[in-house]
């Protein structure tokens, strides 16, 4: 099965070759391979008017009013008001290029957000899994501050997790989520002070400090469950999506890490 970009590439190169063919009058007819053709051509229409409304702007009438190829042809002929190929054919490549280009950016964004976070099967709960799955799908929905939401929701569940394993102390849900990391970094020896660290190493952490204090500051100011004081784009919410899974990710790593060091105090 062709992508959305298989998809209009050939679509173009179909029109560009019907363009072709008719400026040379050599009509070629195989009839199975203009149903292919023109199928491909319909899928192509829905994925540029789709792509259109999400960009507010109007799809080229020979996507929009046409049906089929040779329709397609007609129309940007006669809208062209010229008999020069080569401007019908520059016309073409130019519509069907913003559109390929745009999925391409797409598809940057896509692999961005799709940062790799396993989940140990020591700390494994639902909550945790439920969270990141639901840091992906609030992306993909457009639901921004839905998406910063559930980034903190999953530092936070990764701290409690980590540190009922330490002890069987009640955590308080009044703590917020710089005090929770505090106290993980503490049990897992993350403290940017200790003079044992290497001086790269504390640039490192002290960096995740501030990232975990500006996922807190973000999603109490902007968050689903506030009222926001800016609109949350989709830029803002990847790169707070992405922070919280690699925070979690190395609070997962450096716990499996040390604890198969035996460099960890465990109270239980």
Same mark, same amino acid.
């Given at each position: 099965?062709?992508?959305?970009?298989?998809?209009?590439?050939?679509?173009?190169?179909?029109?560009?070759?019907?363009?072709? %063919?008719?400026?040379?009058?050599?009509?070629?007819?195989?009839?199975?391979?203009?149903? #292919?053709?023109?199928?491909?051509?319909?899928? #192509?229409?829905?994925?540029?008017?789709?792509?259109?409304?999400?960009?507010?702007?109007?799809? *080229?009438?020979?996507?929009?009013?046409?049906?089929?190829?040779?329709?397609?042809?007609?129309?940007?002929?006669?809208?062209?008001?010229?008999?020069?190929?080569? %401007?019908?054919?520059?016309?073409?490549?130019?519509? =069907?290029?913003?559109?390929?280009?745009?999925?391409?950016?797409?598809?940057?964004?896509?692999?961005?957000?799709?940062?790799?976070? *396993?989940?140990?099967?020591?700390?494994? =709960?639902?909550?945790?899994?439920?969270?990141?799955?639901?840091?992906?799908?609030? !992306?993909? #929905?457009? @639901?921004?501050?839905?998406?910063?939401?559930?980034?903190?929701?999953?530092?936070?569940?990764?701290?409690?997790?980590?540190?009922?394993? =330490?002890? @069987?102390?009640?955590?308080?849900?009044?703590?917020?989520? *710089?005090?929770?990391?505090?106290?993980?970094?503490?049990? %897992?020896?993350?403290?940017?002070?200790? *003079?044992?660290?290497?001086?790269?190493?504390?640039?490192?952490?002290?960096?995740?400090?501030?990232?975990?204090?500006?996922?807190?500051?973000?999603?109490?100011?902007?968050?689903?469950?506030?009222?926001?004081?800016?609109? !949350?784009?989709?830029?803002?919410?990847?790169?707070?999506?992405?922070?919280?899974?690699?925070?979690? @990710?190395?609070?997962?790593?450096?716990?499996?890490?040390?604890? @198969?060091?035996? #460099?960890?105090? !465990?109270?239980?």
């Amino acid at each position: 099965m062709l992508s959305a970009i298989e998809k209009l590439e050939k679509a173009k190169a179909d029109i560009l070759a019907e363009i072709d %063919l008719q400026s040379t009058s050599s009509f070629v007819g195989n009839e199975t391979s203009q149903e #292919t053709d023109n199928k491909n051509f319909q899928d #192509t229409r829905i994925i540029i008017n789709k792509l259109a409304k999400e960009r507010a702007m109007n799809a *080229p009438s020979f996507i929009k009013d046409c049906r089929n190829i040779e329709e397609a042809v007609y129309n940007i002929q006669q809208e062209g008001g010229s008999i020069d190929e080569i %401007l019908h054919k520059n016309y073409v490549s130019r519509c =069907f290029n913003q559109y390929i280009d745009y999925l391409e950016e797409k598809q940057i964004d896509v692999q961005i957000v799709n940062v790799e976070c *396993p989940v140990p099967e020591v700390l494994t =709960f639902e909550h945790i899994l439920e969270s990141i799955s639901k840091c992906e799908s609030r !992306i993909e #929905t457009g @639901d921004y501050s839905g998406a910063v939401t559930s980034a903190k929701t999953l530092v936070e569940g990764v701290c409690k997790e980590i540190l009922h394993k =330490f002890s @069987d102390e009640e955590i308080s849900n009044s703590i917020d989520l *710089p005090a929770l990391f505090t106290k993980v970094r503490q049990n %897992l020896n993350l403290d940017p002070k200790d *003079p044992k660290l290497d001086k790269a190493l504390k640039d490192v952490l002290t960096g995740l400090i501030k990232v975990v204090n500006g996922i807190s500051e973000i999603r109490n100011s902007r968050g689903d469950s506030h009222i926001p004081k800016y609109k !949350i784009d989709k830029h803002h919410a990847v790169v707070v999506v992405n922070s919280a899974k690699t925070v979690a @990710d190395f609070l997962f790593k450096t716990y499996e890490y040390q604890l @198969d060091r035996g #460099t960890l105090v !465990i109270e239980k």
